[in-house]
């Protein structure tokens, strides 16, 4: 006895109709519009997300801006720490240094900021990048307010100290703009 043949393979016609297609996406709820006003194209991107929401779109500049102030932290911190009367001297003209200690402390918490910025460097993830922005004007803001405050109490004025100011000022303004840019939610597309 011949053993039987099994039916041929036929291919599914309700595949290739667009109603039925249409019906199956329905029922998946994939196909149609989020309550983001996202389209999911799968029912595997709809439960997994969609990466391109989690992608920082970068202010033009931000990086450049985070590697300036990486090397002007490192830079500063080291000045601090190999030659502090030096770095005291070029920020208040002709004061004496009475102990190193406290410059040299500065120096140290320059450069654990400072390793805080460079890692920041190279991350993509938008909280870090806008802690490390918010830590910068923070840090550039107090040191404004304590030069001032040193300023009024000795009555040193000098052109290296204006200069001082004025940088600060201008830091604490760039890191505030790209901290609220970087916070900006994107437009969608």
């Known amino acids: 006895m011949a053993a039987k043949q099994p039916p041929p393979l036929m291919k599914k016609h309700s595949q290739t109709d667009l109603v039925s297609r249409l019906k199956t996406r329905k029922i998946l709820g994939v196909g149609g519009e989020d309550d983001d006003g996202e389209v999911h194209r799968s029912k595997i991107s709809q439960v997994l997300g969609n990466e391109t929401k989690f992608t920082v779109r970068e202010p033009l500049g931000l990086r450049v801006w985070q590697f300036v102030s990486a090397v002007l932290f490192s830079g ?5 720490l190999a030659f502090p009367d030096q770095l005291y001297d070029a920020v ?3 004061a ?9 402390l500065y ?3 320059l450069l654990s900021i400072s390793l805080i910025m460079w890692n920041a ?3 993509a993830e938008k909280v870090i990048i806008r802690w490390t922005l918010l830590t ?3 840090y550039f803001g ?3 307010l304590v030069v001032t405050a040193t300023l009024a109490e000795t009555g040193l004025m000098s052109l290296g100290t204006l200069l001082l100011l004025a940088s600060r ?9 790209y901290y609220y840019q970087v916070g900006r939610r994107p437009k969608k597309v």
């Open 96 to 104: 004496e240094v009475t102990s190193k200690t406290p410059i040299r």
């Open 107 to 109: 120096g140290g918490a």
């Open 76 to 80: 500063i911190a080291v000045m601090a």
């Open 121 to 123: 460097l190279y991350t």
């Open 169 to 177: 000022l201008l830091f604490v303004i760039i890191s505030v703009y």
């Open 92 to 94: 208040f003209d002709g």
């Open 142 to 144: 107090v040191q404004f």
């Open 136 to 138: 910068e004007a923070c």
